[in-house]
């Protein structure tokens, strides 16, 4: 090979590296994140600009700024304090994350199976208003950000299975007829 090819393949080696490290960056800092807005106390959802973030990373330190608050366009001028708590619990603010942990260990309040793993993409996670006549669930994504802790603190977890037929119960009740659970111990052929 000729030193041209040499440089070719190094410069698009070194090109890849600064992809992936972009890339790396975003992901890390996209998505939505609850913070305690430092103006009015109160649990409000933001988002960090990911692009700047990676950019800004790949200078060497990361520069963190809003893309998005629950509070604008009315204070979009705010000086971002907020960034202090991002910059304090990177992961712990994600939403993600806070729905996660409060899923940990949990059973379906209606079957009553473990909610094992979740599923962000497909089976998004749900929950049920125990308050509610009717067992109204709700999917996790749903729910504003900003009022996600008021909705974990009220409602319980249910598994995918479950909120599924929930919400065709309520959108199709002609077409569900509700059985008794068979108790086989009554089976008289035993």
Known sequence: MTLGTYVII???VGVAALV????RGYLKQRGDRLITCPETLTNEAVRV????AAVSGLMGHTELKLSNCSRWPERQGCGQECLTQIKSAPDGCMIRTIVAKWYAGKTCAICGRPVGELEWMEHVPAMLDPRS??????AWDAVPPERILDVLATHEPICWNCHVVEVFRHQRPDLVID???FDDSA???R
């Open 179 to 181: 059985r008794p659970a």
């Open 49 to 52: 600009d990911a692009g700047h």
């Open 187 to 189: 089976d008289p052929r």
């Open 10 to 12: 190094a410069l698009v």
């Open 20 to 23: 992936g490290w972009f890339l």
């Open 133 to 138: 006549a009717d067992r109204t669930t709700v």
